[in-house]
């Protein structure tokens, strides 16, 4: 979240290791370190990976624990249509 907005959802079965992968990654190993470096590049200057970091350190993290995770991150995204959440699913 960010300023108490949800800004991406995603599901993974290790958290840890996923959120180390978008704040230490770099943009072709992370979706979500890619589109917060694209919100933060400017004409001049492309966003370095620490910007990214910086900026996604100081997001708040919450987690649900599910037995349906992609129908969970389907239902969510369609609610609440976050920034960072590329497509949003396609319904069935």
């Known amino acids: ?3 108490g907005r949800i800004v991406y959802v995603g599901h993974t079965g290790n958290l840890r290791a ?3 992968q978008h704040l230490t990654g770099n943009r ?8 917060v ?3 933060l590049d400017t ?3 492309a966003a370095t990976r620490d910007d990214i970091a910086r900026w996604l350190g100081r997001c708040e993290v ?3 624990e599910t037995d349906n995770p ?12 976050p920034r ?3 497509k949003v699913p396609r319904s069935r």
Do not use: C
Not at 28 to 35: A, E, F, G, K, Y
């Open 43 to 45: 004409p001049a200057q």
């Open 84 to 86: 960072f959440n590329r």
């Open 28 to 35: 072709d190993s992370s979706v979500l370190h890619d589109q």
């Open 18 to 20: 996923r959120l180390r």
């Open 70 to 81: 992609e129908g969970t991150k389907e239902a969510l995204v369609l609610a609440l249509r």
């Open 1 to 3: 979240m960010d300023g």
């Open 37 to 39: 470096g694209q919100f």
């Open 62 to 64: 919450r987690w649900l």
